[in-house]
């Protein structure tokens, strides 16, 4: 699969606005500010493709991107405290009426920080996904920001949380790229499958 071969399609603000599905998706979820934008630009090795923002809560759309085999769907990042209700609402809206949709979703790659626990909101998004029985994996990101003994207690953390739910997780850093060739192989693997 050639993931340099991508283009931005569309973005979406409504879920009417939601184009028709006709590849598989592979859709990216998580906190604002956990690192969507950066993993999607290192998997396509790509500085600007998705627009990074040291402001959280600034993806307010869907934004899909296509490729030759799939599109890549970025969800809007949730759990930001300063967007008004309202905005919160339009966000939830929008991502319910994504999945509400039966979408060709082969895979979620649901982000969460790998410095901190799950947060509440995080845990929830992994619930839903799991009892929705959608096929996901958890990308734990800012591995790089971690010294060995700390990304060790964290990988305990994660295996705890997630061991007995038979959930898959993987460390990656968008900055040393570690991880990468992993989550590139569980995207081949989930379109081949």
Known sequence: MNFRNIEFEMAA?????????????????GRSNVGKSSLLNRLVNRKSLARTSATPGKTATINFYRLAECRFVDLPGYG???VSKSEKMRWAEL????????????????LVDMR?????DDMQMIDF?????????????K???????ETAEQMELFTELFSGRD???YA?????GYGLDEIKALIEGALNG
Do not use: M
């Open 80 to 82: 930001y405290a300063k």
């Open 95 to 110: 991502v319910n009426g994504y999945f509400a949709q039966e979408r060709p979703l082969s895979l979620v790659l649901q």
């Open 116 to 120: 901190h626990k799950p947060t509440a």
């Open 13 to 29: 603000g409504t879920a009417g606005q939601l184009p028709k599905a006709v590849l598989p998706e592979i859709a990216f979820s």
């Open 167 to 169: 959930i898959a997780f």
């Open 129 to 141: 996904l799991q009892s929705g029985g959608y096929p996901f994996a958890i990308v734990c990101t």
């Open 172 to 176: 990656f850093s968008a900055v040393k």
């Open 143 to 149: 591995s790089d920001k971690l010294n060995k003994s």
